[in-house]
């Protein structure tokens, strides 16, 4: 199965923006939908936005019109633009492959943390 690696900057100020990567192992053309989730302190996991093998994205309402999601099939990639972050988006943040149905593949990674403060 796909292995996916998440990577960004830990520490970001209120109103700044942030770019979260997430590298696989292998090709992610076939994969239905590759997706973001985070976990903030204290609550449950939560989807984030997700983007399906034509492109189109599934963006949680609590992020939307500040988050972007984008993969590059050609890279193996898969993004996270994050702009005019809040202290509310402080969480650690997993990349996820899904097949049809929101199935996951795989296992949870590590994640990368990102924290929102002055």
């Known amino acids: 199965q796909v292995q996916l690696v998440e990577s960004g900057v830990d520490l970001v100020q209120p109103g700044g923006s942030l770019r979260l990567s997430c590298a696989a192992s292998?090709?992610?053309?076939?994969?239905?939908?590759m997706a973001w989730y985070r976990r903030a302190p204290g609550k449950l996991r939560e989807l984030v936005a997700a983007?399906?093998?034509?492109?189109?994205?599934n963006i949680n309402d609590s992020v939307k019109g500040r988050f972007t999601i984008s993969r590059d099939n050609a890279k193996n990639m898969v993004y996270l633009q994050m702009n005019s972050l809040k202290p509310e988006d402080t969480a650690l943040y997993y990349c996820?492959?899904?097949?049809?149905?929101?199935?996951?593949?795989?296992?949870w990674g590590q994640g990368t943390q990102v924290t929102v403060s002055s």
């Open positions: 996820r492959a899904l097949e049809k149905g929101g199935i996951l593949l795989g296992d």
């Open positions: 983007i399906n093998n034509e492109g189109t994205p």
């Open positions: 292998e090709s992610i053309f076939s994969i239905y939908a």
